[in-house]
């Protein structure tokens, strides 16, 4: 199976459950992505529910075009959505993808949902896919994302100047951040062991 059909399943552990998305989880983001801190530093902003539509639909479309694996992050301390998080950027030949289109709903930051759905990916990229790297980028001004990604473990790379527009009108200086296959078993147990505290918001 290629690498999309085999993330196509869920993951899970007992503080967090990952699922791909399908349409009925529609309602359940609404009500998490409402929230203009979300998209500060994300490539686009979801201000209304027409916005939001559109940012579902195309997640959709991504996930039923083999682009992306959109998961549904859901907390299982209370079974509630918290947000998403997807495999995308998927160069299998390469052997490397991303972990990208990370947000979490505002009740849900800074309670481990964050590094718990990162180590399921993390987990399943290198000991199912096979993954030799998969990277992380985020806005170079997104202080607590950057945060966040050293928390996990992940080495900061580098800045890519003037490397996407942004709403408002600015580019962004992109910073990306990676973990190789080599460095897996140090970073899963730096995970297991639990982080310092960060609220991450949104990282894509």
């Given at each position: ?73 859901i907390d299982k301390s209370v079974d509630r959505t918290a947000g998403s998080m997807s495999f995308c950027s998927i160069a299998e030949p390469d ?110």
């Amino acid at each position: 199976m290629t690498w999309v059909q085999t993330a196509s399943t869920t993951l899970e552990n007992e503080h967090v459950l990952l699922r791909p998305i399908v349409p009925e989880d529609r309602e359940a983001f609404r009500k998490q992505a409402m929230d203009p801190e979300i998209w500060r530093y994300f490539v686009l902003v979801i201000a209304t529910d027409a916005e939001f539509d559109a940012f579902f639909d195309a997640a959709l479309a991504d996930q039923a075009a083999g682009r992306r694996v959109v998961y549904n992050v859901i907390d299982k301390s209370v079974d509630r959505t918290a947000g998403s998080m997807s495999f995308c950027s998927i160069a299998e030949p390469d052997g490397r993808l991303e972990i990208g289109w990370s947000w979490l709903g505002a009740e849900f930051r800074g309670k481990g949902v964050n590094r718990w759905a990162k180590f399921l990916m993390l987990e399943h990229a290198f000991e199912q896919l096979n993954a030799e790297r998969v990277e992380f980028k985020t806005d170079v001004l997104n202080l607590q994302a950057r945060a966040g990604l050293r928390n996990i473990g992940a080495t900061e790379e580098g800045v890519l100047r003037s490397f996407n527009p942004m709403p408002g009108g600015r580019r962004r200086d992109a910073i990306y951040y990676s973990v190789l296959r080599g460095e897996w078993p140090s970073v899963r147990e730096q995970l297991l062991a639990g982080p310092k505290v960060t609220r991450p918001t949104g990282q894509a």
